[in-house]
């Protein structure tokens, strides 16, 4: 197992879309694992592989308070969707610092193989429905951010940028 580096925001390979997983390998398991351990040492809660520049359609996720219940989700599908929606705090180990407020559905259902290839299908409340939202939205190449106003976005595309020149001098 290893830590993956995590791409940082506004760098363009966030915006790939991701492919979907074609058959279950050692190398997709060890990258899984991988992933995992990332998300744990980043103290996140959720991980998409888009964001360790991986572009498959793979999530791992742990909301639970004891951090000992990873969930992996492979192909992930939305199937069914609460009318109901809900503006919460979110942030991104891709956007380090920044939190904001994105409206999402309270509940959804999502179809998604599991690491052995057996589909599972998962009914999402509270948090865990908001991350599954946020990791998804990451596979089709879009972030938290861009659902922000242009003027608050293009204030954190500055101040990251400003941070990362500084990093690499
Ligand atoms: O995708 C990611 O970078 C992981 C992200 C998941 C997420 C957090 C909050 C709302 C939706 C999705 C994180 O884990 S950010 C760091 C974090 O642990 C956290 C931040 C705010 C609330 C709860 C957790
Ligand atoms: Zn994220």
Known sequence: ????NILCYPDPRLNTVAKPVKEITNHTLTLIES??????????IGLAATQVDV?????????SDERDSPMV????????????RVKGEEGC?????????VERAIEIKVKALDKSGS????????????CI?????????????D?????????????LLKLQREENH
């Open 1 to 4: 197992m290893a830590l993956l």
């Open 35 to 44: 992933m995992i351990e990332t998300m744990y040492e980043s103290n996140g």
């Open 55 to 63: 572009h498959e359609r793979i999530i791992v996720l742990d909301v």
């Open 73 to 84: 989700l492979i192909n992930p599908e939305i199937i069914w969707t609460h009318s109901e």
């Open 93 to 101: 180990l891709s956007v380090p610092n920044t939190y904001d407020g």
């Open 119 to 130: 589909t599972q299908e998962i009914h999402a409340k509270e948090l865990l429905a908001v």
């Open 133 to 145: 939202q946020h990791e998804m939205d990451h596979l089709i190449g879009k972030v938290f951010v």
């Open 147 to 159: 659902y922000l106003s242009p003027l608050k976005r293009n204030r954190i595309k500055t101040k």
